[in-house]
């Protein structure tokens, strides 16, 4: 398995910690807004990393975060709180937003067959290990407290930009134009672990701390997150590009400092998804989600499609005319497994054949181009029906594409009905001829297109998988 390190800014040889085990950490969503497909392209990739590391055998643990509190406009501590703002503009409590949006985002996820990570964390559950993280910060010296708030010291660091070769400019990137200087920063890049003081009189949610009632920034909750569950070193940390500065190298910053030692090895980041106009964003122009999507008479799936024919290190511009070829890709893929018919044994030897070769070119820095190729390869083959079946069930798992699913059958949709009913038919005459085996593959040739029927005392019933 390869993957791209930002690090190091290399293609490396991924080598976990552990042999055979992966520790993984996402920035989870800031739960102010419903999630733009854009965040949903770093999802979708994020999941796809962690189901190609199973696909390859790892027992992948992964960890994600809600954030919920610190958060603010700017990612350079200033501006207004993101879930107050969420809060003041739909009426309603931080905690009624954090909660609706969480559930908004993971039904998303779901939509979009994105596996639901190991832990799930809101920032707001770990509010005692923040508090002890910044504490060991400033009794190392690598924290101060001025203004009332407490902030990291960077000059503290022998190296602060551990992402490397970029200019300031570009990693300027997760930074608003907006920024108004805090006077109480030692170094411009310092950046706050614990606000007490703060333009914000009415933060709705604050906690006792040893420097006074008030809340955590943004980037601890990262550090302290990952560490509960993941332990003090860590094999890969996902992100958005956006992410990478000041985010995450304040992330390591912090952690590194903590800890003593190198903390996180793997650096994976996503490029951005764009609109037509530039990067998206949830306050300009059309506010793009996957509900809107489905309104538009999209089903998500193919917004997965669309993630996984581009290669998570390019950026991606997003258009609904480029949308409907994949919308066309998708129904002429699913066209084409559905004539599959499971026919002939499967030949275990050639399903783990195909396994390997597709481990090796997903495997090669989340190629999902290379995958989705392998899968045309696969329909074109002279492997048998059956088989063919098995693969395409197996590079599904890393895909997630329902590849085998029946169509949702539209109200009305009598065509499937018919169709079934008179496989139905077919096994009750093999039934009665006492043709088992033919009676036994109508079933699995059901089965392998997403159909499950069970005899029952009232005769045979149907239902999709
Ligand atoms: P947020 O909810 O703003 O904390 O962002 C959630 C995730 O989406 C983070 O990992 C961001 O880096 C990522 N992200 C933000 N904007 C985009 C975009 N336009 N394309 C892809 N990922 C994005
Ligand atoms: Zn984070």
């Known amino acids: 398995m390869k993957i791209y390190n930002s690090l190091t800014r290399n293609i490396e040889e991924f080598i976990p910690n552990e042999p055979g085990k992966v520790s993984m950490y996402t920035c989870g969503p800031t739960v102010y807004h419903f999630a733009h497909i854009g965040n949903l392209r770093?999802?979708?990739?994020?999941?796809?990393?962690?189901?190609?590391?199973?696909?390859?055998?790892?027992?992948?643990?992964?960890?994600?975060?809600?954030?919920d509190v610190g958060h603010l406009s700017s990612d350079a501590d200033t501006g207004e709180d993101k879930m107050v703002k969420g809060a003041q503009r739909e009426h309603k409590t931080v905690m009624e937003i954090a909660k609706f949006y969480t559930d908004a985002f993971f039904k998303d996820c779901e939509k979009l067959n994105i596996k639901m990570p190991d832990v799930v964390e809101p920032a707001t559950n770990c509010i005692s290990e923040f508090i002890h993280m910044i504490e060991v910060l400033l009794e190392k010296g690598f924290a101060y407290k001025a203004g009332e708030n407490v902030y990291f010291d960077t000059s503290k660091l022998k190296e602060y930009y551990v992402f490397g070769n970029q200019n300031e400019d570009e990693l300027m990137v997760g930074v608003r134009d907006d920024v108004s200087e805090d006077s109480n920063k030692r170094n411009k890049n310092d950046f706050v672990l614990w606000f007490t003081?703060?333009?914000?009189?009415?933060?709705?949610?604050?906690?006792?701390?040893?420097?006074?009632?008030?809340?955590?920034?943004?980037?601890?909750?990262?550090?302290?997150?990952?560490?509960?569950?993941?332990?003090?070193?860590?094999?890969?940390?996902?992100?958005g590009v956006d992410n990478m500065f000041p985010h995450h190298t304040n992330e390591i910053a912090q952690s590194e400092a903590y800890l003593g030692?190198?903390?996180?090895?793997?650096?994976?980041?996503?490029?951005?998804?764009?609109?037509e106009t530039g990067k998206m964003s949830k306050s300009k122009g059309e506010f793009l989600t996957v509900s809107l999507l489905e309104s538009k008479g999209y089903d998500p799936i193919v917004y997965r499609l669309f993630a996984l024919q581009s290669h998570y290190r390019k950026p991606l511009t997003f258009s609904y005319e480029t949308l409907d070829q994949t919308a066309a890709t998708y129904k002429k893929?699913?066209?084409?497994?559905?004539?599959v018919k499971a026919e002939g044994d499967v030949d275990e030897a050639a399903v783990k054949e195909w396994h390997d070769k597709f481990a090796e070119a997903v495997g090669n820095d989340c190629n999902t181009a290379m995958g989705l190729t392998l899968l045309?390869?696969?329909?074109?083959?002279?492997?048998?029906?059956?088989?063919?079946?098995?693969?395409?069930?197996?590079?599904?798992?890393?895909?997630?594409?329902?590849?085998?699913?029946?169509?949702?059958?539209?109200?009305?949709?009598?065509?499937?009905?018919?169709?079934?009913?008179?496989?139905?038919a077919e096994r009750a005459q093999a039934k009665k001829d006492k043709d088992f085996a033919r009676a036994d593959a109508i079933r699995d040739e059901l089965a392998a297109q997403g159909i499950i029927i069970e005899d029952t005392r009232e005769g045979v019933k149907w239902k999709r998988a």
């Open 261 to 275: 030692h190198k903390w996180c090895n793997y650096w994976f980041h996503v490029h951005h998804l764009n609109d």
């Open 197 to 239: 003081k703060s333009k914000f009189e009415d933060q709705a949610l604050k906690w006792e701390s040893p420097w006074g009632v008030g809340y955590p920034g943004w980037h601890i909750e990262c550090s302290c997150i990952s560490m509960k569950h993941l332990g003090d070193k860590m094999d890969i940390h996902c992100g």
């Open 376 to 424: 045309y390869d696969v329909l074109k083959s002279d492997l048998n029906g059956s088989t063919k079946l098995k693969v395409i069930e197996d590079y599904d798992y890393v895909l997630s594409l329902n590849l085998l699913k029946a169509e949702e059958a539209e109200d009305g949709d009598d065509e499937l009905s018919a169709y079934v009913e008179g496989k139905i």
């Open 333 to 339: 893929l699913k066209n084409r497994i559905a004539a």
């Open 42 to 67: 770093t999802y979708i990739c994020e999941d796809v990393l962690e189901k190609i590391l199973r696909f390859s055998g790892y027992d992948v643990k992964r960890v994600m975060n809600i954030t």
